[in-house]
């Protein structure tokens, strides 16, 4: 059984930081595409960061690039978003999802797997 469980959301002050974990199992990562999703209230669930296993290519979205880190650790089977400096406008439910495609992508409908949110919250 494919189960992805992710962790590690919180409340934090701009500027700070948090560590997201997605622990994978039921399949390896060298097989899907991962991606953290983001969903603010009345907002449309966007794509934060992708990383794909096969060939560790990445995606970040714009607001994300220099300060959100994606990567994996094989032999735990899980992948981390490390979130520094983290803004206000980061506050959302984050999501991990799995989707057994090649390459990188940022439709939501490509991702076959998905785990329960967590919380996070930025404070100004």
């Known amino acids: 059984e494919v189960q992805l469980q992710a962790s590690g959301g919180g409340l934090v002050q701009a500027g700070g930081s948090l560590r997201l974990s997605c622990a994978a199992s039921g399949f390896t990562l060298d097989d899907y595409t991962i991606a953290w999703f983001r969903q603010a209230p009345g907002k449309e669930r966007e794509v934060v960061s992708a990383?794909?296993?096969?060939?560790?290519?990445?995606y970040y979205l714009d607001s994300v690039k220099g300060r959100f880190t994606i990567s994996s650790d094989n032999a735990k089977n899980t992948v981390y978003l490390q979130m520094n400096s983290l803004k206000p406008e980061d506050t959302a439910v984050y999501y991990c999802a799995a989707g057994y495609y090649s390459g990188v992508t940022i439709d939501p409908h490509d991702y076959d797997y998905w785990g329960q949110g967590t919380q996070v919250t930025v404070s100004s």
């Open positions: 990383f794909t296993g096969s060939d560790g290519a990445t």
